[in-house]
């Protein structure tokens, strides 16, 4: 177990409509990343976020946007839900320490499954 | 943009040895990681290599040459166990310091009897 907690477990929206999830980070960690996984297929990067910015981000529009709080957790929300948006998202925190290669050491939690009908 | 190829399957015997490769082209290269990911389940972390050479961790070990776009990924003494999804990322920065991570499409090993 990580340490790494995502809410809800699966979740099933209509295509239009806005979704919110959610991430805790393990306890220490300053950076989370957030990534979309569709079945039989690798983690697609959505984007990171490093001490409540945004520090890095993948090839995905402007509907999904995040937030990552004081506490280091962190919401990944989709708006405008369309059916290609279903998958797993997963994130995935770490703890940037310059000088040490621990820093690089990305913990997943279980994931939350979307269903867009 | 960023190409990452890996084998798409695999199959090894129980107590032998398994390598598995993965190229890539990406500019701003910054680090390889290696993920193991049994069906249904999220990744788990087994290494990275940001320097060229070979990383030993127990029964896995990775390799890097960054001027051949090239890692590798071996599993020792193969168990049932191993049976998974091994995903090859790649992390790059721009001139900016922004990053990203790019992941290959897996490579499903099956240990078999």
């Known amino acids: 177990e990580t340490g790494v907690t995502q809410s809800p477990t699966h979740l099933i929206k209509t295509r239009g409509q806005q979704v919110t999830l959610r991430c805790s980070s393990q306890?220490?960690?300053?950076?989370v990343s957030w990534y979309q996984q569709a079945l039989g297929q690798g983690p697609q990067f959505i984007f990171q976020?490093?001490?409540?910015?945004?520090?890095g981000r993948g090839n995905f529009p402007p509907r999904f946007s995040g937030l990552q709080f004081p506490n280091y957790s962190s919401e990944l929300n989709v708006n405008a839900l369309e059916l290609d948006d279903s998958a797993l998202y997963l994130c995935?925190?770490?703890?940037?320490?310059?000088?040490?290669?621990?820093?690089?050491?990305?913990?997943f939690g279980p994931g939350t499954r979307l269903t867009v009908t | 943009g960023q190409n990452i190829d890996q084998p798409t399957e695999m199959t090894a015997t129980e107590g032998a040895i398994v390598q598995i490769n993965c190229t890539y082209q990406?500019?701003?290269?910054?680090?390889l990681f290696w993920y193991q990911q049994h069906a249904g389940e999220a990744p788990t972390f087994l290494s990275y290599?940001?320097?060229?050479g070979l990383e030993e961790k127990g029964r896995f070990s990775s390799f890097l040459s960054r001027s051949k776009g090239y890692s590798y990924l071996l599993l020792k003494e193969l168990q049932m166990k191993d049976s998974a999804s091994y995903l090859c990322?790649?992390?790059?920065?721009?001139?900016?310091?922004?990053?990203?991570?790019?992941f290959g499409t897996g490579t499903k090993l099956q240990v078999i009897p």
């Open positions: 290599n940001v320097l060229d």
């Open positions: 306890s220490g960690h300053n950076t």
């Open positions: 995935a925190s770490s703890s940037i320490r310059l000088g040490t290669r621990a820093s690089y050491e990305q913990y």
């Open positions: 990322a790649v992390r790059s920065l721009n001139s900016g310091g922004y990053q990203k991570v790019t």
């Open positions: 976020y490093y001490r409540e910015e945004e520090n």
């Open positions: 990406t500019s701003g290269f910054n680090g």
